[in-house]
């Protein structure tokens, strides 16, 4: 049997964590949505387009090869695992999730991967609402604006990166109110959809929580 099991929700809700350790665990695939927009994103900034031009970023994004082997995302061949994650790129992709072009043809790509496979997590901000209103199971991940802001910054000091939390905090409720107030594909929550709030919970307890509703579902 097909089965895809959507994880939507805001910046740092732990969507990518819980969707990695979900996938491994089940033995299905991977499919970060978020990345594929960050990729785009950035092949845009390197080629110095106009950022609000749909069509030229819709017609840069057709002409992309991106890829999702295991945990890592490949641009035309390069690893961009690390270079998409970037303060500069993280603030830059919401043109790219504003782009209908660009949309149109990610949406397609993700339809696509999951045809090649038969077990899929997918995580991102309308994989239940829009891509797959069909899936198998929905969750909708969020978590309060104070603990999201704390896991991203802890992201990014794992990283290296020099960043306050005070402006993690601002990002995240920045993309919150932009994700949410997108003309098309908005950040929702699907109606058959089950919600978890995961502050204050471990993020592997938010994994086994979801893993028993995927493995025993009570109808
Ligand atoms: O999940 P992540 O933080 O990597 O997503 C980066 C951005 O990509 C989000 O803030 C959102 O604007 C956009 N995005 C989207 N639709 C998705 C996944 C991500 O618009 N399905």
Do not use: C
């Amino acid at each position: 049997m097909k089965r895809v099991v959507t994880i939507d929700g805001p910046a740092g809700a732990g969507k990518s964590t819980v969707a990695r350790k979900l996938a491994d665990r089940l033995g299905w695939r991977l499919l970060d949505t978020g990345a594929m927009y960050r990729a785009v994103t950035l092949a845009a900034l390197r080629d110095r387009l106009d950022l609000q031009n749909d069509q030229a970023l819709g017609e840069l994004a057709a002409k992309l090869d991106v890829q999702l082997p295991e945990g890592r995302v490949l641009l035309n061949g390069e690893d961009v695992s690390e270079a998409i994650r970037t303060v500069e790129v993280t603030q830059a992709t919401r043109f790219s999730a504003d782009s209908p072009s660009v949309r149109r043809r990610l949406v397609d790509w993700q339809r696509h991967f999951v045809e090649s496979f038969r077990e899929v997590v997918t995580e991102g901000r309308d994989q239940g609402t829009i891509v797959f209103p069909d899936a198998y199971r929905k969750f909708y991940l969020t978590a309060s604006h104070d603990e999201r802001a704390r896991r991203r910054h802890a992201e990014f000091v794992a990283r290296g990166v020099a960043i306050s939390l005070e402006t993690v905090l601002k990002d995240v409720i920045e993309r919150d109110a932009h994700d949410s107030a997108r003309e098309i594909a908005p950040m929702k929550a699907a109606d058959d959809a089950r919600r978890i709030d995961s502050t204050g919970l471990d993020l592997d307890e938010v994994v086994r929580l979801i893993e028993r509703e995927i493995l025993e579902p009570t109808g």
